[in-house]
């Protein structure tokens, strides 16, 4: 059991707290603060920034201000670039978010702070990528594209790396970020690659995405960056590439014969997956700090098993045709006790046990298929848990218990009626509740890997569930599609919270340290949170158990659940932003408060370097940010009013809030002249601009006419672009938005634009 000397708890929940302050930052720049003029919103952004900065340099909570001064650097921008919609690629906003911050992080030499900025990094390499090809993972970027944002990708991984910690101070999560974030790009645009091929020749994408998967993999085998987690991921991110190859190799090859091509890609997909299991685990047992812990071979069974058997599953369907209904299940029967008999016997190698993973996941989806084929889902469910639980009592695999011991969780969802992804809230909840009342099974040595599997789960079901959280959507797209819990107003939050209370008396009552005012303020706030986000209080719940019980994986997986919760606020559309924002500030503000003691040493003595490194990095922050400023603020002061017809449509961004995404009126020429940057507008008595042809360099325009600029979007399907592509507007406004008709532009005499508002038919402002 841990103590409370033994963690450096003072100096994670002030960084906890700057998180949530910062946070509520962004989410103010993103609300666009109505009725606030410019002055108060700049001037508050970088009042924030040089708190975080000269507060890191200057007080001995370097750590927690240097990430509230990162993230107020990616705030500040945000906000020009929202406020002055100059129309630059999310790509430019992260890439000089990233650039700007690695002064900061090299100051601050802290391990959330470079995990921040690897992932910001890697957000800004996948956001480029998605301009050379379109949408992440709907379109296949060209090879040499690709092979750029693998290098990128591996000079960020290398430079939080174990060779560069002498100067970084990173520690191990900065590469694991670096590398997962690397490793979703790569596996995307390669099955991207193979889904957009014309022919059967091997797409250059995807040799460029496999040979970076297996140049990671060599560099992970050997010293110093070896790390069986990072390992793992990358063969699961390999398997995955192979079988897209093959799948869609075997299924155009075997056109006139799926039910053949679908069987043969399950076995070659659960003998890849064998040998990439195999492979690792030969290497963990040469290492000589090798532990019998193999979570990592057991999370790449888990998630790789389903490649295997989804195509065995719909192959053996597709052979039953007819008799489906009334064999299925008999053919689950004899996959299931044929796996669990092989499983079962002394001796049996590696390879072998990894093969039969799928094969038993695969008998008991169809068991489970069979079984609620005339009937209702849950009673499938039930079949699929009750063989999930009697596999986990007669298998001697302890992390093959824990794999089932996720499946069973899955099963139990379902049959209490919770769908896999959305709506899950409920059922996820009493499940958790259920476990924690099985307190003496899960003691027991036999299920208790079955009790760590279920709650691992849960954990990575609520992540699914939750929907996109901040930054994570910019490299991986939307994930689930967000809790309905959100709308069940008042007992999923109070569930929630009162599980966040239930782990803080867990707290007071092992730990006497910690019944003091300032722990009660850290409860409180958390408590709190928890009543705003649903299931916030379960994971909490979870990382106190794991605490107290020295589980650190199932902390590190707890934490990074919390984090991912935390972040999806930005998505949820029924609390404005402001007051999430505000709320956040007030809680980030209140946790510093908590535990800061002027005297206290969070961390090592400050010292010259990285006192100038977060000083230049806040003089040259301010300096680039307030001479952008200047020059936008000309353009609108000095520009002639024009209007331009357009066609708008109203998503979200990443970062800076709601925005109407533009497409304005543009003739044919334009679309047809390839290097385009200006292009000719002949301007009306009522100042409406009408694009007429392409500028030449150097020429110039006559009277009535004004020159404007020429974006150009490289992603497939976009065309060029007048100025900018999206308008951003104060949140909630989107219905007075809608009957926007024409951009309203300020145009300098040497064609430098702003699109400053939007206006109706009538051309009046909006």
Known sequence: MHTLASNPWPTRIALGGAALG????????????????????????????????????????????????????GALFALIGQTYQTGADPWQLFALWTLLALPVALAARSDALWSGWALVAAVAVARWLST?????????????????????????????????????????????????????????????????????????????????????????????????????????????????????????????????????LGV?????????????????????????????????????????????????????????RSSFWLVGAVLWVGAVAVLRRPGLTRFVEQVMVPVLLAGGVALAVGASTDGPAERGAAVGLAATLVAAALLPQPWLRGVLGALALVAAQIMLGGRLVDGAGWAETTLLLAWLLATPLHRHPRWQPVALGWIVAWLGLVMWSGGPTLLVAGVAGEMGDGWSMWTVVGVAHKLSAALAVVAAVLLWRMLPALRGLRAAVVAAVLVALAAAVPALGGVLLVLVLGWLHGTRSLVALATLAALWLVGTLYYEL?????????????????????????????????????????????????????????????????????????????????????????????????????????????????????????????????????????????????????????????????????????????????GRALLTGLADAQRRPL
């Open 22 to 73: 910062g946070l509520g930052l962004i989410m103010w720049v993103a609300s666009q603060w109505a009725g606030w003029g410019l002055p108060l919103r700049f001037g508050l952004a970088q009042a924030v920034l040089a708190l975080g900065l000269l507060g890191a340099a200057v007080t001995t909570g370097r750590q927690a201000f240097a990430l509230l001064g990162w993230l107020a650097i």
């Open 268 to 324: 070659l997909a659960a003998v890849l997956l064998a040998l990439l299991a195999w492979a690792l685990l030969r290497w963990q047992a040469r290492r000589a700090d090798a532990t019998t812990a193999i979570w990592p071979v057991a999370a790449l069974t888990a998630l790789g098993a389903w490649l295997a058997a989804v195509p065995l599953l719909a192959g053996l369907g597709l052979a039953l045709g007819a008799a489906f």
């Open 132 to 264: 050379r090809s379109g949408l992440i993972f709907s379109d296949a970027p060209p090879p040499l594209s690709a092979l750029v944002a693998a290098l990128l990708l591996a000079a960020i991984w290398l430079a939080v790396g174990p060779l560069a910690r002498r100067w970084t101070g990173a520690g191990r999560w900065a590469p694991r970020v670096a590398s997962v974030a690397m490793l979703l790009v790569l596996a995307g645009m390669g099955v991207m690659a193979l889904v957009d091929a014309r022919s059967m020749t091997l797409p250059l994408t995807w040799l460029v995405a496999l040979l970076a998967v297996a140049v990671l993999a060599a560099a992970l085998t050997r010293a110093p960056w070896q790390d069986a987690g990072q390992l793992a991921a990358t063969a699961l991110a390999a398997l995955v590439l192979l079988v897209a190859w093959a799948a869609v190799r075997l299924l155009k090859w075997g056109a006139s014969d799926p039910i053949s091509a679908l069987l043969l």
């Open 574 to 750: 029924h609390w404005p932003l402001a007051h999430k924002g505000l709320a956040l500030a007030v809680a980030g503000t209140l946790l510093v408060a908590s535990v800061w003691r002027p005297r206290a040493q969070w961390q090592a003595p400050r010292g010259v370097r990285p006192m100038a490194l977060l000083l230049g990095a806040l003089a040259a922050t301010l300096a680039l940010a307030n001479t952008t400023i200047w020059r936008q603020q000309q353009i609108v002061a000095q520009g002639r009013t024009v209007y331009v017809a357009l066609a708008p449509a109203d998503p979200r961004s990443l970062l800076a809030g709601d925005y109407m995404r533009l497409a304005f009126e543009l003739p044919e020429a334009v679309f047809s002249t390839p290097g385009a940057t200006r292009v000719r507008a002949r301007v009306d008595a009522q100042g409406v601009a009408t694009v007429t042809a392409v500028l030449a360099p150097g020429a110039v325009v006559g009277a009535g006419e004004v020159a404007l600029p020429l974006r150009r979007r490289l992603s497939r399907g976009r065309g060029p672009v007048l100025v900018t592509d999206a308008y951003y507007f104060p949140e909630g406004q989107a219905a007075r938005f809608a009957s926007a008709r024409y951009g309203v532009l300020r145009v300098l005499p040497d």
